[in-house]
């Protein structure tokens, strides 16, 4: 059975920097893109960008281009979301999901505020 | 304009049914997209339904039952998730989805309300 399991929630300041993880299990790991999706409070789902664990091939929404950092450790069956200065407008649930018919990750609440 | 257009909301009577529709941007081709649907529960991570192409290219997700299904309006340009004999627990929001330009694209959702 594919899983995905999100690292817990993160509360952060204004500019500081965060990594969030989505661990992968039940299948193998190469054969599926892992997606990261944003819900911010109260609203829908924003696709952010994916990554092919296979050649580390990374692909970003243009909304996402350059905010956030996608990457993968193969070895260990696991995926990354970074941002280097987070802003409050970052404050959201992200979602990791493994190629567009598998079960998604729980979710990591991401809360940024001062 | 939004590539994929959905109502923000939609009531129905349990046992009746509900058609969801998801609008393509004009400039675009419902033919040519595959249609995802996922359901939504508060507190919980989407939950794939089921992907339309065609009634020969479709498929159901694991465990999803058979009263939800997809099917494409040529003339509205529109993806549709048909539910029928709607229960209570169908109660949720709604997202269809379609690939383009290499990555995936959402629509707004769509809040279904069971009363």
Known sequence: ???????????????????????????RFNSYWINWVR??????????????PNDF?????????????????????????QWNSLTSSDTAMY???????????????????S | QAVLTQPSSLSASPGASATLTCTLRSDFNVGTYRMYWYQQKPGSP?????????????QQGSG????FSGSKDASANAGILIISGLQSEDEADYYCMTWH?????????????VL
């Open chain 1, 39 to 52: 819900q911010m409070p109260g609203k829908g789902l924003e696709w952010m960008g994916r990554i092919d």
């Open chain 1, 95 to 113: 979602y990791c999901v493994a190629g567009d018919q598998a079960p998604w990750g729980q979710g990591t609440l991401v809360t940024v505020s």
């Open chain 2, 101 to 113: 330009s290499g990555g995936w694209v959402f629509g707004g959702g769509t809040k279904l309300t």
């Open chain 2, 64 to 67: 999803v039952p058979s009263r």
């Open chain 1, 1 to 27: 059975e594919v899983q995905l399991v999100q690292s817990g929630a993160e509360v952060r300041k204004p500019g500081e920097s965060l990594t969030i993880s989505c661990k992968g299990s039940g299948y």
């Open chain 2, 46 to 58: 989407p939950q794939f339904l089921l992907k339309y192409n065609s009634d020969s290219d479709k």
């Open chain 1, 57 to 81: 091939d990374v692909k970003y929404s243009p909304s996402f281009q350059g905010h956030v950092t996608i990457s993968v450790d193969r070895s260990i069956g696991t995926a990354y979301l």
